[in-house]
């Protein structure tokens, strides 16, 4: 059985960084394509950054140069490092994961099979 546990959430100052984890357990191999998306009250799901099974990654256009997702298969761990915060990127955030050839370099989460409870980030002016 799948599943996906998100950590790293918290409240942050604009400017500061916080590293969001996501522990992914189920996948024979860890093979499967992983993302990050995030949810703002009121606003549609939207995805933040993708990453292939060999490391390949992609960016939204709002995130690029100051978010960072890797992935540690010998941990099982999806990453995102988030630098640079801005009161924009207050929301909840959640990792995703699929072994669909659909997901690969995909930010629609209608591409995705598997997701995590999701973890909140706050930043403040």
């Known amino acids: 059985q799948v599943q996906l546990v998100e950590s790293g959430g918290g409240s942050v100052q604009a400017g500061g960084s916080l590293r969001l984890s996501c522990a992914v357990s189920?996948?024979?191999?860890?093979?499967?394509?992983g993302a990050w998306f995030r949810q703002a009250p009121g606003k549609q799901r939207e995805g933040v950054a993708s990453?292939?099974?060999?490391?390949?990654?992609d960016y939204a256009d709002s995130v690029k140069g100051r978010f960072i997702i890797s992935r540690d298969n010998t941990r099982s761990t999806l990453y995102l490092q988030m630098n640079s915060l801005e009161p924009e990127d207050s929301a909840m955030y959640y990792c995703?994961?699929?072994?669909?050839?659909?997901?690969?370099?995909?930010?629609?989460?209608?591409?995705?099979?598997?997701w995590g409870q999701g973890t909140q980030v706050t930043v403040s002016r």
């Open positions: 995703t994961a699929s072994q669909g050839y659909q997901a690969y370099g995909s930010l629609v989460a209608g591409h995705y099979e598997h």
């Open positions: 189920g996948f024979p191999n860890n093979w499967y394509y």
């Open positions: 990453i292939g099974v060999g490391g390949v990654t």
